[in-house]
């Protein structure tokens, strides 16, 4: 096979993969506009998706909510494009992904106001990056018993509940986010609002069962005004989690929006540039995802987020 005609192999599939994911059953066909050829190729001329399949994008999965979507742009493809030109006038990198921005709610804080994070000693378990994930000997309760009713830092001013890691204590599978809401404050776990529905879904859209995963937060009180944890709190807090990571050794972690990825993998890059990256935390792959929260304000961002976590269950199916 030459390479040209590999690469058009791949493109058909994606092609394929992605029709199939909008909910295309049929399509009809036409060659006339092509150019000769030794075998008949396909060429759409008519999609039958109904907007209610784009709209839920998986059929039959609960991962998309009813918010209705604006109709899926044609494609710009002249009368006489040859296959190569129409695949790819028509991939999906040409989408439109422009995110708008994101308005902020939180105060702004210049650097000078920045609080030094402090170091927990737990920290220094975790102090070299390339090595294995540490074996530290503990348990999650024995964690729990050390938090305790904990005021190491000043978000235990405004809690109700501490909320807690959930889920597997052996777990292959990981969530991460940033730190409790309103919800979760009042009943002290992590991701039981809106934000966790969809999170729910998103689980079992992978094969998942919410008990099947652990699911935690950087943070385990709530910032006051949903703010995100100043530096200090996290620092604070975050050895908790990543002792928690050290019992459980999860497969895979996947952390939720630009907070809890920047915080887990020590990063100053942003969620749009290495969403969808595999990384590594001590030879474990994290994959940045945008959280959930984001997706109820932009449902657009679920196509992203589920080409992520097609990834998570397919290396998880491979490493079984
Ligand atoms: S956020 Fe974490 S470190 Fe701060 S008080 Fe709550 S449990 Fe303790």
């Not at 935390?281 to 994959?287: I, R």
């Amino acid at each position: 096979m030459t390479e040209a005609n590999r690469q058009l192999a791949i493109d058909v599939r994606e092609h394929l993969e992605y029709l199939r994911e909008l909910g295309v059953e049929t399509m009809k066909v036409e060659l006339a506009d092509s150019p000769p050829l030794d075998h008949p190729v396909m060429v759409v001329t008519e999609e039958q998706v109904s907007h209610e399949k784009v709209e839920r994008f998986i059929p039959d999965r609960p991962f998309f909510t009813k918010q209705p979507l604006p109709p899926p742009a044609k494609p710009n493809v002249p009368a006489n494009a040859s296959r190569l030109s129409l695949l790819e006038s028509t991939r999906l990198s040409k989408l439109n992904s422009e995110t708008p921005p994101l308005k902020s709610v939180l105060p702004q804080i210049s650097k000078n106001e920045m609080p030094k994070p402090t170091v927990s000693p737990a920290t220094n378990l975790f102090a070299d990056r390339n090595s294995a994930l540490p074996d530290t000997g503990e348990t999650i309760e024995g964690i729990r018993t050390d938090i305790g009713d904990c005021r190491r830092c000043s978000l235990c001013e405004g809690r109700t509940k501490i909320a807690h890691s959930t889920g597997s204590f052996t777990a292959d599978l990981m969530f991460v986010g940033e730190a409790p809401g309103a919800d979760e404050d009042a009943q002290g776990a992590p991701f039981v609002g809106r934000a966790g529905q969809l999170l729910t879904k998103i689980i079992e859209a992978i094969g998942f069962k919410r008990d099947d995963v652990f699911i935690g937060n950087i943070n385990r009180c709530r910032p006051p005004m949903n703010r995100a944890p100043l530096p200090n709190e996290t620092a604070e807090c975050k050895p908790f989690l990543l002792r928690e990571i050290a019992v459980v050794r999860p497969k895979v972690i996947v952390v939720l929006g630009n907070t809890a990825m920047k915080n887990l993998l020590d990063t100053k890059e942003g969620i749009t540039k290495i969403r969808g990256i595999f990384q590594d935390y001590y030879g474990v792959k994290v994959m940045p995802t945008f959280h959930p929260a984001y997706l109820l304000r932009d449902p657009s961002k679920k196509r992203e987020v589920w080409d992520d976590m097609k990834k998570v269950r397919d290396y998880l199916n491979e490493n079984r």
